[in-house]
């Protein structure tokens, strides 16, 4: 019995030494240990993010593309505001309606009475003149200062890009962002996202309990600055860019104009376009939406997002192909059998240049017919699989359906049909032609650029650099210069076709005699003393509209450089639904290259004539009865 | 002739009446400090966690005034009837629209009464009636643990382990496994009874095993070459173990001494391996993911400073920055409730903002109160004739003990992260009602220590 009632001192001795324990451990996490003090300052302070300016984007004389404006948020503390405060007025002044206001200050409220929350954010400046001198009569309103892009020059919409509020993709795929940032979505704001960001800085402030700031946490020993982004310079032409985009007026389509000698892009231009200022600040979400809803898609960039098929200008590709093969010689003649595939009323093409200059289609059918089906195989079909993967080596080496390297978001490539492509994936994939199911008579379109080949403006554009440079290019880009760093090594390389510089003279001589000689296909490009050498182009065009297959007016193409013998630009065009390429689109590549080597317009009479032109409307082919 | 109440009056222990209501009034000044509003300074407010404290406090003072006019030996009769209406509420909440993914509360607007905290208070009387109607029995302290030796147990003692085991599952099934563990606390008045101190023993192994299976169960390791589970390397190491206690017998012991050891060996080594078992299947059947993080911060099994272990981490930032004297009254930047760095901190992280405003000189001064109401409560149960008061003197105790343990070892990381008030400290009406009626009822009880003679 003794032996139980000891018991208790043993309880009683546990009643004391767990709390005895506790002491200790307090004592040391209270008094001697500082490493929680120093978690609660972390935990406790408020970090103030002050944002940097973005980096400022130039053209390449530095003219100032992309600049940056003070906007202005407007904040609340709803514990500061006056009770006999005018609502109605207040959400009048800032120019939201009333339902906007209240609900912005339930939002505000539920949050913190103490604490500031947002308003209304992003107002211009010169909206804010308007409010400023207003603002004092609402205590517990007030403005932060933020900046926004301003484009000085409202051009090369499609270029630049524009900048929205992240994503909670971009939050995950990169901790830098938080809710609300900005970031760019498309263009050269997104390519040099990171470039053109710069560095946040932070400021630390201690909060008292009620969550208010007191003082500045370690006398701002943690606190960084905000850095600036770098500046870029762009490859663009201002100049070049603003012409273009006038002579685009009213006319759906695209224009790329590079530099052969280094692969830059001295123009992009896809038309109809926008003025970039509208997707910035407070209006972005109904200028996008409105911009959206435009059929004749503005926001999208033809240039470098869309395919076309390449018409005609894909002959200058198929009669090099047949040169460096050996399959012809520059004297080779092809009658013009128009029962095979159409062709217009012409002399006999005696000769590569006289095809080029030409333009005979059934020329190119047997031209390319030779690619193709080189005997190398009793079997017409097994000859063919052979030929046709031949063919398409050499035009991706061309550059085409190949990444180009561009420094440019979501750029879509042409499409280069290969032998793998016929047998398995054509007409369907589901009832393809099979192996050796296909010959050249199956897919002979291709060779005036019909079948299935897809091309994008800017690999047309970098084809005409390809014929400027006989045979090499420089991948196209944007970039020119970035402060403090350098631009990729990868824009430097020559890249080289497969094609020798030899077997590009008939065909350059055969582009010069397109503009320059009576019975070529684009005398309306020529411009004395340019000695300009292009091709012209017209890309079939259907469409399904209202469930039925309407043939649509062809676009009309045109790729073109000059001058002739020390290349200096290189350009392509495509104009929707125009018709034939010499029409339109061989004026407006030459006098975008007129302009571009002489900086003047000497037929004013052309210029006008292609101002004045409206192409908009979509037109549908009178059906022939 | 003084009249009975006058003489009742006289016997009150005034000095738990004071510890009382010190450790109350301290509660509501840190929980109206902990949820300060300035839009609400009243400090009166119904609407305020402050506020509806007072009304409880009140509540509970108007109890215990009832507690106090009624005679004890009619809370001993009514034992098991309020046992029995409590444990019938306890199987109403079960019918409840699930609060938070468990059944536990009966709600009237913003109030609401949680069954299991005054399950407690039934369980505490039932024990004590039962307990002190079965006479002293010398238990035999059994040589060693072994089956029959725990058969015996629960057959003697099966209306003990009814008596605590149905609100122990009735609790689980809401489930609620902080009150489980508090009722655990009982151990604490069964040892004090005389029941054999191998239990305590059996329970600290059952302890130590059960720790190590929960950190070493869904881990793996090779041994020879062969890869096991974890389970399987307890089971291993036992039966290593039972091969080496076997060699040491048979080394060590007389021959006719061996047969009762190699018993109980084996008995352990049986009840051990399934006890292994029971433990892991308990730990992924019952437990929720939380509750298992919980355990698995604390055994150390994952380390996430501010991800999972967010709560506690915060929690002991609040209670390490309060330094040696404290931020001051009102001044908590991390346990208040308008920056919310802490969670709860009116509730199970109470002790933070208490810790936080006044430093190692507070929080030290609270846990030698605790220490010191604790202390109280024994002497109180020592000094009684009466077995039935003793008895739930020192129920009232453990629950006190492990209400205290577990919340203040939570704050200060020394116990695993499970939702349990401070008694008498934190907001919560159930929980002020229960700890009040179990010190209101001791109090009443001891206070007619000299007239009650059994
Ligand atoms: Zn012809």
Known sequence: ????????????????????????????????????????????????????????????????????????????????????????????????????????????????????????????????????????????????????????????????????????????ADPYYKSGDLIGKSGIEKSYEKVLRGKKGVKYYLQDAIGVETDRYENGKYDTLAEQGSSITL?????????????????????????????????????????????????????????????????????????????????????????????ITEEASFPCTKSLVGCHNHPTARGVSDGVKMSCNPYFYYLTRKIIQQGKHKSHFVDAAEGLDIWAKYLKSFGLGVDLKTDFPAIRYGFVPNTNFYDNEFPSKSNPYGKYGWAYSTIYSNSIGQGEVLVSPLEMA?????????GHFYYPHFIKEIEGQDIPDIYTIKQKTMVEPENFEPVIDGMWRVVHEPGGTARRARVDSLNICGKTGTAENFKIINGKREQLVD????????????????????????????????????????????????????ENRILEADLMPIKVVPKKK | ????????????????????????????????????????????????????????????????????????????????????????????????????????????????????????????????????????????????????????????????????????????????AGTFIVFTSFILVLYREGYAGNILLFLLVAVIIAVITLIVADSSFIFLKIKMSGKFGIVLALLIMGLVFYLLIRQFVLKRNRPPLYRAMIGSLIVSILFVNFVEWGYSTFLDDHQKERIDLLLGKIEDPDGKGYNINRAKAAIGSGGFAGKGYQQATLANASQKHVPMQSTDFIFCTWSEERGFLGSAFLVILYSILLIKIVSVAERQRSRYTRIFAYCVAGIFFYHFMINVGMGIGLAPVIGIPLPLFSYGGSSVLTFSLLLFILIKLDSERKVVLQ
């Open chain 1, 235 to 327: 490859t663009i032409d201002a100049e070049l860019q603003k012409y273009g985009e006038r002579l685009m007026q009213n006319k759906r389509g695209s224009v790329v104009v590079l530099e052969p000698s280094s692969g830059e892009i001295l123009t992009m231009i896809s038309s109809p376009t926008y003025d970039p200022n509208l997707l910035v600040g407070r209006r972005l979400g109904q200028n996008y939406g409105e911009l959206m809803k435009d059929t004749t898609l503005p926001l999208q960039n033809r240039s470098a997002n869309s395919t076309y098929p390449p018409g005609s200008t894909f002959k200058l590709l198929m009669a090099l192909i047949a040169l460096q093969e050996g399959v």
């Open chain 1, 555 to 606: 676009h009309s193409i045109f790729i073109a450089f000059a001058p002739k013998d020390d290349p200096k630009i290189a350009v392509s065009v495509y104009i929707e639904n125009s018709g034939f390429g010499g029409t339109w689109a061989a004026p407006i590549a030459s006098l975008l290259i007129e302009k571009y080597l002489t900086g003047a317009i000497a037929d004013t009479n052309k």
């Open chain 1, 1 to 172: 019995m003794k032996n139980i009632d000891n018991r208790k001192y043993i309880i009683a001795l546990i009643f004391i030494l767990i709390p005895l324990i506790f002491v200790i451990r307090l004592f040391f996490m209270q008094v001697v240990d500082d490493k929680w003090k120093e978690r609660a300052a972390q935990i406790s302070e408020n970090k103030v993010i002050t944002y940097p300016a973005r980096g400022i984007v130039y053209d390449r004389n530095k003219i100032k593309l992309i600049s940056n404006e003070v906007y202005y948020d407007i904040r609340v503390i709803p514990n500061q505001m006056s009770e006999d405060m005018d609502s109605f007025a207040f959400a009048k002044l800032i120019d939201i309606s009333i339902e906007d206001y209240e609900r912005q200050m339930n939002k505000a409220r539920d949050y913190s009475y103490r604490k500031s929350s947002e308003m209304v954010k992003q107002i211009p400046p010169d909206e804010f003149a308007d409010i400023a001198p207003e603002l004092y009569k609402y205590p517990g309103f007030y403005e932060v200062e933020r900046t926004l892009r301003i484009y000085p020059n409202p051009i090369a919409a499609h270029v630049l890009g524009y900048m929205s509020e992240v994503d909670s993709t971009n939050i995950k």
């Open chain 2, 1 to 176: 002739m003084r009249g009975k109440e006058d003489k009742i009056l006289a016997d009150i222990d005034w000095a738990l009446v004071g510890l009382y209501l010190l450790l109350v009034i301290m509660g509501i000044s840190n929980i109206y400090s902990s949820v300060y509003d300035p839009m609400k300074p009243d400090l009166f407010d119904l609407s305020t966690e402050h506020g509806k404290q007072i009304m409880w406090v009140g509540i509970a003072l108007f109890l215990g005034v009832i507690v106090m006019i009624i005679d004890g030996s009619l809370i001993r009769k009514l034992s098991f009837w309020v046992y029995g209406v409590l444990m019938l509420l306890l199987v109403a909440v079960l019918f409840t629209e699930p609060i938070n993914g468990a059944r536990s509360w009966f709600g009237w607007g913003s109030f609401g009464v949680q069954p299991s905290e005054l399950a407690k208070l039934g369980a505490c009387l039932a024990l004590s009636a039962h307990l002190s109607n079965i006479p002293i029995t010398k238990n035999k302290l059994a040589p060693s643990i072994s089956i029959s030796y725990l058969v015996q147990l629960v057959s003697s003692n099966w209306k003990t382990i009814a008596i605590l085991g149905i609100p122990c599952v009735l609790v689980l099934l809401q489930p609620d």
């Open chain 1, 462 to 470: 970098n084809i005409a650099a390809i014929m400027a440079n006989r």
